[in-house]
């Protein structure tokens, strides 16, 4: 089992590793750049070779980036799309550089168009994104949503088209989040369900396709489509629920990235080793991180 948390990339790239060992994790999910910005700082070759180095030697992997959650590949609107290629592009390019296994996206929103159209014009602005780029080993995951709103990829059928319509020219595969997948309609929290779930999941997107699983539990209700995390074991899937997903033969050696609140300091930690626990994993000994650089060590 492989576990770990979405780190901050605050002061310097390598500080989401330092962090991430830091509190016991064994792979990690950040940002390559601010979130909830259109424009991006593009880091130095020297920053991308220190970054590289600290994962390294530190043993993490596989380094999942997410992309910014701007970026809306499906939609109708010409100049959003536009925007959202161009920053998608840069997202390559930078998880590229930085050594990233995997690129996770949202499929985006079909406000003022149909899902099915949208589904087309998200394949299409993948496929415009990348063209022409060296993935250097990166693979392209597309996650599946909570339904909330006009949002596409609440179904496994539909985050499998994408997959369909992307995968002749690029590398991809796919995220699946278990609260999302709660949220949506997929009843994970029970023994029955979570089998249904993985059935259909093979059926549709083919579990060789799955190669991250974000670990969330929910805060609103089964079938809520409303897109709200908690911390493991507090929500509605539960302990009971959670423990049957990291111990199930088909899913307990994919990684699992939590995204789980921090309310409070060590909530990290506390989501990292309930995880374990409910795997039937005793902790291991952490290794004190390395220094945490600050922009005025650059």
């Known amino acids: 089992m492989r576990v770990g948390v979405h780190t901050s990339i605050a002061g310097a790239l390598e500080n989401a590793a330092h962090h991430a060992k830091?509190?016991?994790?064994?792979?990690?999910?950040?940002?390559?750049?601010?979130?909830?910005?259109w424009s991006a700082h593009d880091p130095a070759p020297e920053e991308c070779k220190r970054f590289r180095e600290t994962r390294a030697g530190y043993g993490l992997s596989p380094l999942v980036i997410h992309d910014n959650y701007l970026i809306n590949l499906a939609s109708a609107n010409r100049f959003i799309r536009e925007r959202s290629i161009a920053a998608f592009r840069k997202e390559l390019e930078r998880a590229a550089a930085l050594g990233a296994d995997y690129l996770?996206?949202?499929?985006?929103?079909?406000?003022d168009s149909t899902p099915t159209q949208a589904i087309r014009t998200c394949i299409d602005s993948v496929r415009q994104a990348a063209k022409g780029l060296t993935m250097d080993g990166l693979r392209i995951l597309i996650e599946n949503t909570a339904g909330q709103g006009s949002v596409i990829g609440r179904t496994f059928e539909e985050v499998a088209e994408i997959v369909a319509g992307v995968e002749k020219d690029f590398p991809v595969g796919v995220c699946i989040d278990t609260a999302h997948s709660f949220e949506a309609g997929y009843a994970i929290h029970t023994s029955a369900g979570l089998a249904e779930a993985i059935k259909g999941l093979?059926?549709?997107?083919?579990?060789?396709?799955?190669?991250?699983?974000?670990?969330?539990?929910?805060?609103?209700a089964f079938g809520s489509h409303a897109d709200r995390h908690e911390?493991?074991?507090?929500?509605?899937?539960?302990?009971?629920?959670?423990?049957?997903?990291?111990?199930?033969?088909?899913?307990?050696?994919?990684?699992?990235?939590?995204?789980t609140p921090v309310d409070r300091p060590g909530d990290d930690k506390r989501n990292l080793r309930m995880m374990r626990e409910l795997a039937g994993i005793k902790a291991a000994g952490i290794r004190p991180s390395r220094k945490v650089r600050t922009q005025a060590d650059s």
């Open 202 to 220: 093979d059926a549709t997107i083919g579990l060789k396709n799955l190669c991250v699983i974000h670990a969330n539990d929910s805060k609103t």
């Open 231 to 259: 911390h493991i074991g507090k929500g509605q899937i539960g302990k009971e629920g959670f423990r049957r997903i990291v111990c199930h033969p088909k899913l307990k050696l994919i990684p699992f990235i939590c995204e």
């Open 22 to 37: 830091e509190i016991g994790c064994d792979t990690f999910q950040m940002f390559s750049a601010n979130p909830r910005g």
């Open 104 to 111: 996770v996206t949202h499929p985006g929103s079909a406000r």
